[in-house]
């Protein structure tokens, strides 16, 4: 044997030592990057969609005062019935899905489908999107920037000829890096990826380094691409605003009870309104025009409710009279309440009815407006020496909105720290966030949810 021969031996033997080295979990991790890659490209395309269409909606924003003759303030009528309307046609021309719901046609993908989703959905479920919430549909992004990123990872393991156990492994991480990206939170989409396939605390564990390769390379690139803002958390909380007393322990209970009760009626009324939906003996594009001109007739006199209402989001946190309840005063508990109730009667309208768009993004809303709200009436019930701060509370009251209506209580956790910049509040977002998904066992916003592994069809052969 040649010296030559030696090295070469020693040298593979220093490079690939190890029982689980291997060229094809090495594979795995280079085709995430992969998947993350084409995934962080699509979204990008998206967000730049999202901003064209937002711009021309601001612009109507900025000239809807409440003045019965003003054509601007009436467009609100008839703009989401219009929008949804298209992205309606879109869809129903151009993909096989037949409902809009997008994070649960990647979660019932997974474990019926061995990941397979048609590449249609890649241009045409963005688009039909952001005509549906760009038109001031009450709904979200994240619906369809999953499923984008699912169809973009199962796209490239049918390029690649993979077998049906890692198309499900890509679709998760593409899934994960789409929430990555457009939420500017790598860590919690990485999370969300191997843990919204369950409505219980169990995770997809063969996904999860994955899901974080593809996330890291997804959220790089959009960053890259989109500039210095996409570096920054997507929404700002002082971080003054820290957990400095075991007292708030307390009220922050109080808190995750009534959010429980909140993702309830939340789950319930949309529930009602998607079987009303079905059973209605007209065409689908009538029910999607019904339920946009429910959501304009809401918009008209409160336009708070109408496309992501992030607005309201940056409103609690600010504290400011920015949230514009006309008639009902601003910013204030009660104002807040009735904004929660439009919003969980707006979406339900609209995506319930069959329009195109997410349930993510208004259960941000929902929390953050309960949680301000629960807040307020605290810090006027309790001493001063307690420090309660409604915007801590609207925070607080995100993360646990979402881990109990979406079964994602790590996300949640992680996600709303990224997001606000705050990571000051862990500990009561921890206290709330099991809180409140405990006492909602049974309930999820995704019917597509199994409650764990043995429930899975993936986990039955």
Not at 46 to 57: L, Q, R, T, V
Request: net charge positive.
């Amino acid at each position: 044997m040649s010296k030559f021969t030696k090295v070469s031996k020693r040298g593979r033997k220093f490079l690939f030592a190890g029982k689980g080295m291997s060229v094809r979990t090495g594979r795995f991790l280079g085709e995430s990057m992969l998947v993350g890659a084409v995934t962080g490209l699509a979204v990008v395309a998206f967000k730049y969609m999202i901003d064209f269409a937002h711009h021309y909606f601001a612009q109507l924003e900025d000239k809807r005062e409440m003045v019965w003759d003003n054509p601007a303030r009436w467009a609100l009528l008839f703009l989401p019935a219009t929008g949804a309307l298209l992205g309606y046609l879109l869809i129903k021309r151009f993909s096989k899905l037949e409902h809009a719901r997008g994070t649960d046609s990647a979660i019932q993908a997974f474990h019926k489908h061995d990941g397979y989703i048609t590449s249609n959905v890649i241009p045409v479920k963005p688009v039909a999107s952001v005509l549906t919430v760009g038109s001031g549909g009450s709904a979200g992004y994240e619906g369809p920037v999953t499923l984008l990123g699912a169809a973009c990872g199962s796209a490239v393991a049918r390029i690649l000829k993979i077998a049906p156990r890692g198309r499900r492994i890509l679709m998760a991480s593409g899934l994960a890096a789409g929430i990555a990206a457009l939420f500017q939170a790598p860590l919690a989409g990485a999370i969300f990826g191997f843990e919204i396939f369950y409505s219980s605390s169990d995770i997809e564990d063969e996904t999860v380094l994955p899901c974080f390769v593809a996330s890291a390379v997804s959220y790089a690139i959009y960053a890259c691409l989109i500039g210095q803002s996409a570096w920054e958390p997507l929404f700002i909380l002082d971080n003054q605003y820290a957990f400095s007393n075991g007292l708030r322990l307390l009220p922050y209970f109080a808190l995750a009870v009534i959010v429980a009760f909140g993702v309830r009626f939340y789950i319930s009324f949309f529930g009602f309104i998607e079987k009303f939906f079905q059973k209605l003996k007209v065409f689908g594009w009538t029910k999607v025009i019904i339920g946009g001109l429910l959501t304009g007739v809401i918009g008209f006199f409160y336009p708070d409710i109408l496309s992501t209402s992030y607005s309201v989001i940056t409103a609690t946190f600010s504290g400011s009279n920015e949230v514009s309840l006309e008639g009902l005063g601003s910013f204030t508990a009660y104002g807040l309440l009735i904004l929660f109730v439009l919003k969980v009667v707006a979406t339900s309208f609209t995506v319930g009815s069959g329009g195109s768009g997410g349930l993510f993004a208004p259960a941000l809303v929902c929390g953050a407006a309960l949680g301000a709200a629960v807040g307020m009436i605290f810090k006027s019930l309790l001493p001063d020496a307690i420090g309660i701060n409604p915007q801590a509370f609207a925070l607080v009251g995100m993360a646990g909105f979402m881990a109990s209506a979406l079964r994602i209580p790590l996300t949640s956790i992680v996600m709303v720290a990224e997001m606000s910049g705050n990571h000051r509040l862990l500990v009561p977002a921890m206290w709330v966030c099991c809180i409140s998904f405990w006492l909602n066992s049974g309930w999820t916003l995704y019917r597509s949810q199994v409650h764990a592994q043995e429930s899975s069809p993936v986990h039955l052969m």
